[in-house]
Each structure stands twice: as structure tokens, then as C-alpha cells.
């Protein structure tokens, strides 16, 4: 009966410890938000660990942001078919970011935030994702099906790749491939950024319309995001499905710690960010869902730190929803700091 005992106190132990430190890596709160105002409108986020900013595609500019204090550096202004990504270039003191509508990418100087040269790409530039690799840019053109390759010691685009089916975002793993989420064949597609050819595409059938992607250089993992409330984790050379995960709703994005070794979801739609524990190459374990905000779909990291930016806007409960989506409150958006709490 002692042993019996000893055995029940000693699962008991163990269980307790286990949801503890699950608790401990899931402790993360919102320390800090920062009015951003009009318009009410915004897509991807960028961290430049470089300058500690924030770049935050906003309606038809781009919102700088130091990520320490919080306060507004100033705007990069000049893009009415709206922003979507953004890339920087801190070696030609360069930025990017696109006009989706217009299917061009505008160049703009770090320092004066001014617009310097208009890049052609094509409809519906969204995602911007800089390869350390090749030191190149590649525009994902998500509904052209292609990929615009930018140059930025050149400043100028230097190539097209054609995959010829919707498009959504991208990760760069550093091992001279792009994979980017394949959003009408539920797909990923590799690219190789040497020859800037597509070498692979690996269907993720249970994963519907995948929006966010991620990628951990140590254990060769993609981290794919989709809008069925699963997250899938890819082998990044041969396109295996290692595991699939619950996530929350409204997922737009994925974002991984390489230091602490965690996943993250932004899911809009819930306003919850959903944190996952890589323990190895193959194993990973759903520790919990952060309350953020409802709208807080888009996310960016850093890594130092561990800080996460999102942005949400307050909706507006009077007014009623326009193409599924609700209706903010105007001039609402606003920057979310979401900090690890130990």
C-alpha cells in the first residue's frame, strides 16, 4: 500500500512540475500598447534587430516604431494600394515595402524614411522575406502566383519566379532555401535562392490554406500555420509532416524563438496567441493560448528578448460586419508589446 502510495505521490509530482513549467513558458502578457491611429487598415510586421524598430505595414504607409520605448519614429508615406510586407536592407541602408494594388515595391532610405525608387513586381505584392543566404529580397506576389527577386545592392529586381498558384507568406531558412506557403494547393513550395528555381513542392493536405510559416535553422523544421485551427511542422528537406498541432483561430501568422526554443500563432479571430514548446527535432507540445486581442492576426519577434508585437484594433459592436470581417472602431490600431513574464 506504502509503494502504491509512493508511486500515486510520485506521478501526482511529476504531473504538477510538468504543468508548472507549461505555465511558466506560457507566461505572457501585453506590457505595453502604442496608439497607432489611421488608418485602420495593416498587414505584416517587421523587427530590425539592428535599430530595435518596428515596421508595421499600415493602410497606405508604413508606421516606424521603437521597439523599446514605444514611441513613433515616423511614416513612410506614398503606397494608396496599400502596404503589405516589409524588408530591410541595413547593410545599403535600403527598406522595402509594396503596394499591393499597384503590384510595385517601393525602395525608401532608413535614415530620412523617404521614398528613393518604385521596383516593378506584380498584383497583389504582399509578403516581402529577406534570404541571408543570397542576400537577395524576394516579393511574394500572392494572388500573380510569382515571386519578384530583388537585389539590394543593385536596387533592382533581378528575377522572376513563376509557381503559378496563390501564394501567401514566407520564411527563409538560411541554407540557401525560401519555402513559402502554398495557399490554394495547401502546398509548400521550396525555393532554391542560388538558382531562384522552385526544387520541391510537398502537399500538406490537412492543413487548409496555410498563412503563416516559420523556420528553425538548427532542427531543419518548417513551421506552417493554417486556417483550420492546426499547425504543422514540415521537415524542411524532404517535406515529412513530423506533427500536427491545435492552434487557435484566425491565424495570419507564425513566428519562432530561437532561443527559447518556442512557436507562436497569432490568431485573430480568438485574439489569442498560441504557444508551442519544441523539445526536439520531434517532439513539440502545445503549452497554451495567450490572450492577446481580437484582430491580432499578424506578429513579429525578437529574438533577444523574446518580445512580441502585434496589431489590433478595438471593434466596433454597433456596426455591422463588412465581407465577414467586423468594423473597427475608427482610429483604434494600435501596437501590442507581449512580453515572457520570468
Not at 12 to 21: M, N, P
Not at 25 to 40: M, N, W
Not at 178 to 195: F, H, P, Q, S
Not at 260 to 280: A, C, M, P, Y
Request: charged share 20%; glycine share 10%; with cysteine.
Amino acid at each position: 500500500m506504502r509503494f502504491i502510495m509512493f508511486v500515486i505521490i510520485m506521478a501526482l509530482s511529476i504531473t504538477l512540475s510538468s504543468a508548472s513549467t507549461a505555465q511558466s513558458l506560457t507566461s505572457y502578457q501585453i506590457t505595453k500598447t502604442v496608439a497607432l491611429g489611421a488608418p485602420d487598415r495593416w498587414d505584416y510586421l517587421t523587427f530590425d534587430p539592428d535599430s530595435h524598430r518596428v515596421y508595421v505595414a499600415h493602410g497606405d504607409r508604413v508606421t516606424v516604431v521603437d521597439g523599446h520605448d514605444g514611441f513613433i519614429i515616423g511614416q513612410v508615406e506614398g503606397m494608396p494600394g496599400g502596404t503589405h510586407g516589409i524588408g530591410i536592407s541595413t547593410a545599403t541602408g535600403i527598406g522595402y515595402t509594396d503596394d499591393g494594388r499597384a503590384g510595385i515595391v517601393t525602395a525608401f532610405d532608413l535614415k530620412t524614411l523617404k521614398a528613393t525608387k518604385i521596383i516593378k513586381a506584380a498584383e497583389d505584392a504582399d509578403g516581402i522575406v529577406f534570404d541571408p543566404s543570397s542576400h537577395h529580397f524576394f516579393v511574394i506576389n500572392g494572388d500573380s502566383g510569382n515571386v519578384t527577386v530583388i537585389d539590394p545592392k543593385s536596387n533592382d529586381a533581378i528575377a522572376t519566379i513563376n509557381i503559378g498558384n496563390k501564394l501567401e507568406f514566407g520564411a527563409a531558412g538560411n541554407n540557401g532555401k525560401l519555402y513559402i506557403d502554398g495557399a490554394e494547393k495547401n502546398d509548400i513550395v521550396r525555393i532554391d535562392t542560388t538558382t531562384n528555381k522552385v526544387d520541391a513542392h510537398w502537399p500538406i493536405a490537412n492543413c487548409e490554406k496555410p498563412h503563416g510559416i516559420a523556420f528553425d535553422a538548427t532542427t531543419h523544421r518548417v513551421f506552417a500555420s493554417c486556417v483550420n485551427n492546426v499547425l504543422d511542422v514540415i521537415d524542411s528537406d524532404d517535406g515529412t509532416i513530423i506533427a500536427t498541432l491545435s492552434i487557435g483561430s484566425g491565424t495570419d501568422a507564425a513566428a519562432f524563438d530561437p532561443n527559447r526554443k518556442l512557436i507562436f500563432s497569432s490568431n485573430g479571430r480568438d485574439g489569442t496567441l498560441t504557444v508551442i514548446q519544441e523539445k526536439d527535432a520531434k517532439s513539440f507540445v502545445v503549452l497554451g493560448n495567450v490572450k492577446t486581442a481580437i484582430t491580432a492576426r499578424t506578429m513579429t519577434l525578437d529574438p533577444a528578448t523574446g518580445r512580441i508585437y502585434l496589431v489590433a484594433g478595438d471593434i466596433d459592436t454597433k456596426a455591422a460586419t463588412a465581407n465577414g470581417r467586423p468594423q473597427l472602431v475608427p482610429g483604434s490600431v494600435k501596437l501590442l508589446f507581449v512580453d515572457p513574464t520570468h
